[in-house]
């Protein structure tokens, strides 16, 4: 069974940073892409950023580049979301998610961990 479990988040004035986690569990992380979604409140779930299983291909949404960073461990079966320049429109809970070749495993969202950005 795919555990996912996201943690890191909090609140954070704008401008600031913070580092999400997400250890994974129940499959070969090494073999899967790995991508960070978030939800804002009343708003639909929508795709950060992913990275490939040897870290070595990785994209953004546009709203993100060059304020967030996504990185890995495989060791540790971790991937990691670096965030800086936080903005309040960052505001939402955070969640990662497996892909395996062209396939997100949407039947696998763990728990995420909620963002706030105050103004």
């Known amino acids: 069974e795919v555990q996912l479990q996201a943690s890191g988040g909090g609140l954070v004035q704008t401008g600031g940073s913070l580092r999400l986690s997400c250890a994974a569990s129940?499959?070969?992380?090494?073999?899967?892409?790995m991508g960070w979604f978030r939800q804002a409140p009343g708003k639909e779930r929508e795709f950060v950023a992913r990275?490939?299983?040897?870290?070595?291909?990785?994209g953004y949404t546009d709203s993100v580049k060059g304020r967030f960073t996504i990185s890995r461990d495989n060791a540790k079966s971790t991937v990691y979301l670096q965030m800086s320049s936080l903005k309040p429109e960052d505001t939402a809970v955070y969640y990662c998610?497996?892909?395996?070749?062209?396939?997100?495993?949407?039947?696998?969202w763990g728990q995420g961990t909620l963002v706030t950005v105050s103004s």
């Open positions: 990275i490939s299983r040897t870290g070595n291909n990785i």
């Open positions: 129940g499959f070969n992380f090494r073999l899967y892409d």
């Open positions: 998610l497996p892909k395996y070749g062209s396939a997100w495993l949407y039947d696998s």
